[in-house]
């Protein structure tokens, strides 16, 4: 059973940064495509980043593009999401997704094998 942990949330000015952190603990991390996804109050969850098992491969949101980016350490089964010049409609709780193997997508939501708890991020203006 695959467990990840989301941490490094808060509350950041506009224009600031944070870097969220997501460990997993189980199964084989080093041979899975990793995602972080955010939902926002009253939205649907909505795809940000992705990375290949590898790490050499990455996938942003137009939205996120040139401010994310995404990074993976597979020696400590670790990603993570470098967030700058954010911005208010940014604050959503943000989630690591582990995909499912079978799949080919790079931001669909609904084929992921294995969620965290969340870690909110709050950007004020």
């Known amino acids: 059973q695959v467990q990840l942990a989301e941490s490094g949330g808060g509350l950041v000015q506009a224009g600031g940064s944070l870097r969220l952190s997501c460990a997993a603990s189980?199964?084989?991390?080093?041979?899975?495509?990793m995602r972080w996804f955010r939902q926002a109050p009253g939205k649907e969850r909505e795809f940000v980043a992705g990375?290949?098992?590898?790490?050499?491969?990455?996938y942003y949101a137009d939205s996120v593009k040139g401010r994310f980016a995404i990074s993976r350490d597979n020696a400590k089964n670790t990603i993570a999401l470098q967030m700058n010049s954010l911005k208010p409609e940014d604050t959503a709780v943000y989630y690591c997704?582990?995909?499912?193997?079978?799949?080919?997508?790079?931001?669909?939501?609904?084929?992921?094998?294995?969620w965290g708890q969340g870690t909110q991020v709050t950007v004020s203006s």
């Open positions: 997704a582990q995909r499912r193997a079978s799949s080919s997508s790079v931001s669909r939501t609904d084929d992921n094998d294995y």
């Open positions: 189980g199964g084989t991390f080093s041979r899975n495509f």
């Open positions: 990375i290949s098992p590898s790490g050499l491969s990455t």
